[in-house]
């Protein structure tokens, strides 16, 4: 496993920009699947974007799609998600999460997370 630290949440209007990151500790995350996830209040944990180890294959969730960006640095342990036109139903706690095995976007084949930052978008 390895331990995940996110970073860059805070509250902005509709409309605006913010740029998450997550930094990992560990030797190996050049070897781990990163993902970007998203809980709203009362709402199931959904995938926000999937980058492979190399960042050679991405996937992003349909409701993001062209508005987000998912990009890693394996030199600094990093994987970073630029959001751009955000919207109010944006707004949730964003996790990152490891996944050493596919390029999944079920949240069951991640095994380590970070501890959420908050995102809120206002209209």
């Known amino acids: 496993q390895v331990h995940l630290v996110e970073s860059g949440g805070g509250s902005v209007q509709a409309g605006g920009s913010l740029r998450l990151s997550c930094a990992a500790s560990?030797?190996?995350?050049?070897?781990?699947?990163m993902g970007w996830f998203r809980q709203a209040p009362g709402k199931e944990r959904e995938y926000v974007a999937v980058?492979?180890?190399?960042?050679?294959?991405?996937r992003y969730a349909d409701s993001v799609k062209g508005r987000f960006t998912i990009s890693r640095d394996n030199a600094k342990n990093t994987v970073f998600l630029q959001m751009n036109s955000l919207k109010p139903e944006d707004t949730a706690v964003y996790y990152c999460?490891?996944?050493?095995?596919?390029?999944?976007?079920?949240?069951?084949?991640?095994?380590?997370w970070g501890q959420g930052t908050q995102v809120t978008v206002s209209s």
């Open positions: 560990g030797r190996t995350f050049s070897s781990y699947v």
């Open positions: 999460a490891a996944n050493s095995e596919t390029l999944a976007t079920a949240a069951s084949y991640f095994d380590s």
């Open positions: 980058i492979s180890w190399n960042g050679g294959r991405i």
